[in-house]
Each structure stands twice: as structure tokens, then as C-alpha cells.
């Protein structure tokens, strides 16, 4: 089993950044992928980011250009770097690992929150 939790999250005004952490812990050697989600208040959890066992990143085109998805070698965390952000950023942030059997694990979210 894989447990996933995040960190990184809070206040900050519009054009700052943030850097989000993924730890993950358990049978981290059966991980393929992390994500990174969002969800809004009433909104749907949308795809931000993701990078695979082999160091393949993807973003989402509303966040190109000013996140980075990353992971520190030797540990198994994965960040998100947020640069440029923009109130319509402000959501929870989950992190999402999938397996070799595609299997989801979630975290619990972090909050970000952009100010104008």
C-alpha cells in the first residue's frame, strides 16, 4: 500500500509562488506516476500536472509556463512549483500516485489560496 501526503499550501498574493510537496511512503516502489489535481469549491477536481517513473512531465495548459512538477532523486517526494499565480489558482491541491496495477492513491489536499 501507498500513503500520500501533501504540504506547501497557503496565502499568498497574486503573482507569488508556492512550492507544494508530495511525500510518499509504503510499497513506493510499485509507483508509475504522480499527479497533481485541484478542486475548487463547487468546481470538478481537475488534472494540473503529472510525471512518471522515468522523469516524463505533462502539465495542463492552464498552468504551462508557470508550474514545474519535479521529484528529488533518492527520496520519494515529488514537488510543485507555483510561479505566477493567479487567484483562479486558489483550490485544494491533491496528489495522486498510481501503481503498476493503475491503483489511485490520494493524499489529503493542501490548501492554496491566491489573493488579488
Known amino acids: 500500500h501507498v500513503q500520500i501526503v501533501e504540504s506547501g499550501g497557503g496565502l499568498v498574493q497574486a503573482g507569488g509562488s508556492l512550492r507544494l510537496s508530495c511525500a510518499a511512503s509504503?510499497?513506493?516502489?510499485?509507483?508509475?506516476?504522480i499527479g497533481w489535481y485541484r478542486q475548487a469549491p463547487g468546481q470538478q477536481r481537475d488534472w494540473v500536472a503529472s510525471i512518471s517513473r522515468g522523469g516524463s512531465t505533462s502539465y495542463s495548459d492552464s498552468v504551462k509556463g508557470r508550474f514545474t512538477i519535479s521529484r528529488e532523486n533518492g527520496k520519494n517526494t515529488v514537488y510543485l512549483q507555483m510561479n505566477t499565480l493567479k487567484p483562479e489558482d486558489t483550490a485544494v491541491y491533491y496528489c495522486?500516485?498510481?501503481?503498476?496495477?493503475?491503483?489511485?492513491?490520494w493524499g489529503q489536499g493542501t490548501q492554496v489560496t491566491v489573493a488579488a
Open positions: 495522486k500516485a498510481t501503481n503498476t496495477l493503475r491503483f489511485e492513491y
Open positions: 509504503g510499497s513506493t516502489f510499485s509507483i508509475n506516476t
